[in-house]
Nanobody
Framework: QVQLVESGGGLVQAGGSLRLSCAAS????????MGWYRQAPGKQRELVAT???????NYADSVKGRFTISRDNAKNTVYLQMNSLKPEDTAVYYC?????????WGQGTQVTVSS
């Protein structure tokens, strides 16, 4: 069983920044990869960024150059630094890990970017 708890969302003006955190129960070193997804109203959930156990990263084209995913194994936490935010980044952001054939999700954190 894996529990993921996101935090750090909020309301920000366009061009601003936020840092999301995802705290996991137990060591995240056991996970091959962790990721951030987002879901805007009326849209499907989409991948934002992933990070492997060796800290290789992957980003959606829409966030490349603006978002940075990182991990701190000592704190069992994955972060998403979001800069130059745009109104189209407004969504609920979810942390995800796929472990032993099961997808685990956090409860999500709302990010709202005003124009």
């Amino acid at each position: 069983q894996v529990q993921l708890v996101e935090s750090g969302g909020g309301l920000v003006q366009a061009g601003g920044s936020l840092r999301l955190s995802c705290a996991a129960s137990g060591s995240i070193a056991r996970f091959n990869s962790m990721g951030w997804y987002r879901q805007a109203p009326g849209k499907q959930r989409e991948l934002v960024a992933t990070i492997t156990s060796s800290s290789s990263t992957n980003y959606a084209d829409s966030v490349k150059g603006r978002f940075t995913i990182s991990r701190d194994n000592a704190k069992n936490t994955v972060y998403l630094q979001m800069n130059s935010l745009k109104p189209e980044d407004t969504a609920v952001y979810y942390c995800n890990v796929h472990y032993w054939y099961i997808d685990y999700w956090g409860q999500g954190t709302q990010v709202t970017v005003s124009s």
